[in-house]
């Protein structure tokens, strides 16, 4: 079956604008996840979203930074006044329920760069 | 924070076994350990967990020591393609039924012809 998918693939963007980061996750994983990585680090945690439970927001690096997810179904990662910091791979993951013993399973990034 | 040990990179012969160390002393005893890899500009792709027995897929093998404190990933017969960076990861509770992946740098294998 279809995987996680990610758009845009690729986002170049000014110093100041917003953007918008969309994940689509396989369907009916209920859990889903955002990472950020830098280049040549590794993931960094970012949000977790189980079922219609509130989200897990501990790795949100300042309130620039929001998602939010609509049902078990899509979600959008929005980073407000872009800085050059943000520029990253952005990654979603989804999940069947989100425990300890199971696989999330990632889309194909978006390349943001912040110029 | 990774609570991770891996090599930052290896080297291995085409057709040999690749064997990818990892220590993780201070695991948990419901902590899973995990191995992902990540092929150039691509998302992480999984490869295999476990807890505490060894196990085996199509992709690999995982070696657990008996105190949980390391690990090995073994890829029987490595293939060009199989040159990536690999993560070996705990996952990390984080409230709720949130267990996150906590990612390090992983090791670069490099298999050579």
């Known amino acids: 079956g279809a995987g996680v998918s990610q758009s845009p693939s690729n986002k170049v963007t000014e110093k100041g604008k917003d953007v918008e980061l969309r994940c689509d996750p396989i369907?009916?994983?209920?859990?889903l996840y955002w990472y950020r990585q830098r280049l040549g680090q590794g993931l960094e945690f970012l949000i977790y979203?189980?079922?219609?439970?509130?989200?897990?927001k501990s790795g949100l690096p300042s309130d620039r930074f929001s998602a939010e997810r609509t049902g078990e179904s899509v979600s959008t990662l929005t980073i407000q006044r872009t800085q050059q910091e943000d520029s990253a791979v952005y990654l979603c993951?989804?999940?069947?329920?989100?425990?300890?013993?199971?696989?999330?399973?990632f889309g194909p990034g978006t390349r943001l760069t912040v110029l | 924070d990774a609570k991770t040990t891996q090599p930052p990179s290896m080297d291995c012969a085409e057709g040999r076994a690749a064997n990818l160390p990892c220590n993780h002393s201070?695991?948990?005893?419901?902590?899973?350990v995990y191995w992902y890899r990540q092929i150039h500009s691509q998302g992480p792709q999984y490869i295999i967990h476990g807890l505490k027995n060894n196990e085996t897929n199509e992709m690999a093998s995982l070696i657990i020591t008996e105190d949980r404190k390391s690990s090995t990933l073994i890829l029987p017969h490595a293939t060009l393609r199989d040159t990536a960076v690999y993560y070996c990861i705990v996952r990390v509770y984080s409230g709720g039924s949130n267990y996150k992946l906590t990612f390090g740098k992983g090791t670069l294998l490099t298999v050579n012809p």
């Open positions: 369907s009916g994983h209920t859990a």
């Open positions: 979203f189980q079922g219609n439970s509130a989200p897990d």
């Open positions: 201070t695991i948990s005893g419901n902590e899973y």
């Open positions: 993951a989804s999940s069947g329920a989100g425990g300890p013993s199971d696989t999330q399973y």
